[in-house]
RNA sequence: GUGGUCGUAGCUCAAUGGUAGAGCCCCAGAUUGUGAUUCUGGUUGUUGCGGGUUCGAGCCCCGUCGAUCACCCCA
């Protein structure tokens, strides 16, 4: 028994998670890269300040947070925007607009651990930096369906739940209600759905409303409204608006949104939010003490939440098999069927290697059986049998089990020209 | 930070308060030049940890750590 385990809400990644893992960010990358997106880094370390700048100071409570041995405070990155802003606004002229931008990184937060919540987790964002328009959360938007797609995961599988904040804004003042309230009140509203109706009411008259009134925007405000006009006008032309369902209770906690909002959520399992995000006008201001007013917007998507949505989605599985499968494994296993051929069966080994070809082979004398199992365990497709026979080794096929023996001297050429055939059948199992 | 449930071998799980078990996995052999199946053998444990009650605790009680669920929060 281990005497020592992870710290709470961290996880192991063992070499089948590890490659699931990389399947993901594999993933995320090729799709930002296809939208022309740059991959950028920050560090997983910032001052406090960052966070409370942005968040005020009550948000040290769910951060990892502790001071150097200079008794700085630091904190470990419960989120990458500060970071990006704090980076877009220090050089954003050294950069043609719009940036596109995204990274892939831990991200820490000091909560309660529960499924589809732990306390390291890791985030894709894609930040679009410099651009005011729909057409930015547009994309962005599609960016987010993209990526579902490319996991496997279809159409009736997840919903990109979408709303904007000027409309809350706007019915605000419409209704005459002071300024001061708004963050109260997109609290209030982002609540609605899991609040008991009686504590909503009574939190929507301390600031002079009424539930009825609130329900009814909400249950008029449909993909027509104005507020979402070029969005749906870009995302229809890519075919992509019947992902979208306008959900005026989509606020988003953070108070630094400013319009467009959506969230990602599963269809069938109920599981928390695979990823969010919006528009945030006005934080590069707020980063900067105003010298850089950067219009952006982004989203990100955390790898728990959708780790768990692949597990349980069939029509993921296909993709993560076959990138394990090209990832897992070797290609050739060398046999030594004879410890006298040992040396040459090394340089066999290294010549392959250097060709490019994934090879393994037994380190100690093996039983030729052992040899072929481990070839076997190991996904090779061939076998190369170094024996008595030599300077002749023998090539086998482990998929149709046919050998042949040739010349030594050949074998890398006819190894590597034999993997560049298409598998047919499969590995007997 | 608050409350409910749970914690036994690497994994999945058994065991009236009375000597801790099974399957799978892993390793070796049967089988010294060819992958399967089967068979045999082997490691499997401070019953999460620490106290307490008892002649005796995996089981009951308290604490603690962890997992999970519901809150809080969800950047």
Request: proline share 3%.
């Given at each position: 028994?281990?005497?020592?385990?992870?710290?709470k809400?961290?996880?192991?990644?063992?070499?089948?998670?590890?490659?699931?893992?990389?399947y993901?960010?594999?993933?995320?990358?090729?799709?930002?890269?296809?939208?022309?997106f740059?991959?950028?880094?920050?560090?997983v370390?910032?001052?406090?300040?960052?966070?409370?700048?942005?968040?005020?100071?009550?948000?040290?409570?769910?951060?990892f947070c502790?001071?150097?041995?200079?008794?700085?405070?630091?904190?470990?990155?419960?989120?990458?925007?500060p970071?990006l802003?704090?980076?877009a606004?220090?050089?954003?002229?050294?950069?043609?607009k719009?940036?596109?931008?995204?990274?892939?990184?831990?991200?820490?937060?000091?909560?309660?651990?529960?499924?589809?919540r732990?306390?390291?987790?890791?985030?894709?964002?894609?930040?679009?930096?410099g651009?005011?328009?729909?057409?930015?959360d547009?994309?962005?938007?599609?960016?987010?369906?993209?990526?579902?797609?490319?996991?496997?995961?279809?159409?009736?599988?997840?919903?990109?739940?979408?709303?904007?904040r000027?409309?809350?804004?706007?019915?605000l003042?419409?209704?005459?209600?002071?300024?001061?309230?708004?963050?109260?009140?997109l609290?209030?509203i982002d609540k609605?759905?899991?609040?008991?109706?009686?504590?909503?009411?009574?939190?929507?008259?301390?600031i002079?409303?009424?539930?009825?009134?609130?329900?009814?925007?909400?249950?008029?405000?449909?993909?027509?409204?104005?507020?979402f006009a070029?969005?749906?006008?870009?995302?229809?032309?890519?075919?992509?608006?019947?992902?979208?369902?306008i959900?005026?209770?989509?606020?988003?906690?953070l108070a630094?949104?400013?319009?467009?909002?959506?969230?990602?959520?599963?269809?069938?399992?109920?599981?928390?939010?695979?990823?969010?995000?919006?528009r945030?006008?006005?934080?590069?201001?707020l980063m900067?003490?105003?010298?850089?007013?950067?219009?952006?917007?982004?989203?990100?998507?955390?790898?728990?939440?959708?780790?768990?949505?692949?597990?349980?989605?069939?029509?993921?599985?296909?993709?993560?098999?076959?990138?394990?499968?090209?990832?897992?494994?070797v290609?050739?296993y060398?046999?030594?069927?004879?410890?006298?051929?040992?040396?040459?069966?090394?340089?066999?080994?290294?010549a392959?290697?250097?060709?490019?070809?994934?090879?393994?082979?037994?380190?100690?004398?093996?039983?030729?059986?052992?040899?072929?199992?481990?070839?076997?365990?190991?996904?090779?497709?061939?076998?190369?049998?170094?024996?008595?026979e030599?300077?002749?080794v023998a090539i086998?096929?482990?998929v149709?089990?046919?050998?042949e023996?040739?010349a030594?001297e050949?074998?890398v050429?006819?190894?590597?020209e034999?993997?560049k055939?298409p598998?047919?059948?499969?590995?007997?199992?």
């Open positions: 028994m281990a005497s020592f385990r992870t710290v809400g961290f996880r192991d990644f063992f070499p089948e998670e590890c490659a699931l893992r990389n993901i960010f594999d993933t995320w990358r090729s799709v930002a890269r296809r939208y022309g740059v991959e950028y880094e920050a560090p370390v910032e001052s406090t300040d960052l966070y409370r700048k942005k968040s005020g100071d009550e948000i040290t409570s769910q951060l502790f001071s150097d041995k200079a008794e700085r405070e630091i904190s470990l990155r419960p989120e990458v925007t970071s802003a704090r980076m606004t220090t050089r954003h002229r050294d950069y043609k719009p940036m596109k931008w995204f990274q892939i990184g831990s991200c820490f937060r000091y909560e309660e651990p529960q499924e589809g732990t306390r390291e987790f890791i985030q894709f964002n894609a930040d679009i930096l651009d005011a328009s729909q057409g930015t547009a994309e962005l938007v599609a960016l987010s369906i993209d990526v579902m797609l490319a996991f496997g995961i279809q159409a009736e599988d997840f919903v990109i739940r979408l709303s904007n000027q409309i809350w804004t706007d019915f003042a419409d209704k005459n209600i002071a300024l001061e309230h708004t963050s109260a009140f609290q209030i609605i759905e899991r609040a008991k109706p009686e504590d909503t009411t009574k939190k929507l008259e301390a002079g409303l009424t539930l009825d009134e609130v329900r009814s925007f909400m249950t008029g405000t449909d993909g027509d409204h104005p507020a070029a969005l749906k006008a870009d995302l229809s032309a890519r075919g992509l608006w019947s992902y979208v369902k959900d005026a209770s989509i606020v988003r906690g630094y949104y400013t319009g467009t909002v959506f969230e990602v959520f599963d269809l069938k399992h109920g599981l928390r939010a695979v990823a969010g995000g919006g945030y006008d006005k934080l590069c201001s900067s003490d105003g010298s850089v007013d950067m219009p952006a917007a982004g989203f990100a998507m955390g790898d728990v939440v959708l780790g768990i949505l692949l597990s349980k989605t069939p029509g993921a599985q296909f993709g993560i098999t076959e990138y394990l499968n090209a990832q897992q494994g290609e050739a060398v046999v030594i069927a004879d410890e006298a051929q040992r040396a040459p069966a090394l340089a066999t080994v290294q392959l290697r250097s060709a490019g070809v994934r090879v393994d082979y037994s380190f100690s004398a093996q039983k030729v059986g052992k040899q072929f199992q481990a070839a076997e365990n190991q996904k090779a497709r061939l076998a190369v049998v170094f024996g008595a030599y300077p002749q086998k096929n482990l149709s089990r046919s050998q023996l040739v030594v050949h074998l050429s006819l190894v590597t034999e993997l055939k598998i047919t059948g499969k590995l007997i199992a």
